[in-house]
């Protein structure tokens, strides 16, 4: 993953595929949502058994995930930072990632960090872009 900031046009661009995987997971959530309808027509001529009850759950899964995908989540690959509200950095079974709120609401996730050094650099590319970072606060409480 490679993120530029272009100060003169105050613009990140984002490198990093996310986009066509995000297409690929929407065609995929799409053809399920088709099948699914597919075999809930079938039941309604054949009779409701197990399986169509399975297809209608998966159908229903599938349509919240892509709802979701479409009103919450961006793959935009240049974002103005004037769009951007803030960032936030996170840490998964020891893999960290950076989020970016933009101000229409949805996010955008920054996921493919290997190394503690890209870490650092897209921290102060932020902090030089002038993005503020919305902090988590974990107390941790000692038990005597």
């Known amino acids: 993953m490679k993120v530029k900031y272009y100060e003169e046009h105050r613009l ?3 490198d990093d595929n996310f986009g066509k995987n995000n297409w690929t997971l929407k065609f995929v959530l799409i053809i399920n949502i088709i099948n699914g ?11 409701f058994n197990w399986f169509s009850v399975m297809w209608v ?3 229903l899964i599938s349509i ?3 709802l979701f995908l479409i009103f919450k989540k961006t793959s ?6 004037k769009d951007i509200d803030w960032f936030l950095q996170k840490e ?5 990632s950076f989020k970016l709120k933009l101000k229409n609401g949805k996010v955008r996730d ?6 503690q050094s890209q870490v650092d650099e ?21 038990f005597s």
């Open 12 to 14: 990140i661009e984002i």
């Open 37 to 47: 309808g597919f075999n809930l027509v079938q039941s309604f001529l054949t009779g």
């Open 57 to 59: 759950s998966i159908s």
């Open 64 to 66: 919240f995930i892509l």
């Open 76 to 81: 935009e690959s240049s974002i103005k930072i």
């Open 92 to 96: 998964f079974f020891g893999r960290k």
């Open 110 to 115: 920054l996921l493919n960090l290997k190394k």
């Open 122 to 142: 897209l921290e102060s590319l932020f902090r030089k872009a002038g993005i503020s970072s919305k902090l988590t606060q974990h107390h941790k409480t000692k």
